[in-house]
């Protein structure tokens, strides 16, 4: 081997080694960058775990259900909320029931714990 070639040969090494540090710092960085990622959505996730925004989210989706079910006028909602209110120290399910008459559909809701029923039908718009 020459002077020459083994000069060459040195400077080949140096540059792979440097190449593949570079390549390790890359991939460093890019698995910080998700680490930053992951930890943003953990914080993210743990907003939505509060007790605070679940109820939001249940009522919400109470709402969606009971207003699939049977379109509840005005009065109806008002009673309708005003009923959960009252009952949510009762900590159960609510029932509803539709009773259908000739004239009209009459609803009421049920509480499982306490029992009271209390019927809620808007007759104004019989
Ligand atoms: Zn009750």
Redesign the pocket.
């Known amino acids: 081997m020459t002077d020459q070639e083994r000069v060459m040969k040195d400077v080949l090494a140096f540059t792979e080694r440097n190449e593949e540090e570079q390549m390790f710092n890359k991939v460093k960085s890019y698995i910080n960058k998700i680490k930053r990622q992951r930890d943003a959505l953990k914080a993210e996730l743990k907003k939505y775990e509060s007790d605070e925004k679940i109820t939001e989210l249940e009522n919400e989706i109470e709402d969606i259900k009971a207003n699939s079910l049977f379109i509840f006028s005005e009065d109806e909602k008002k009673e309708e909320i005003k009923f959960k209110k009252?009952?949510r120290k009762?900590d159960?399910n609510i029932y509803y029931y539709f009773e259908g008459t000739e004239i009209g559909i009459a609803v009421g809701m049920k509480?499982s714990?306490?029992?009271?029923i209390k019927d809620i039908t808007d007759y104004s718009r019989w």
Do not use: A, F
Not at 113 to 116: F, N, R
């Open positions: 009252d009952h009762c159960s509480c714990q306490c029992g009271l």
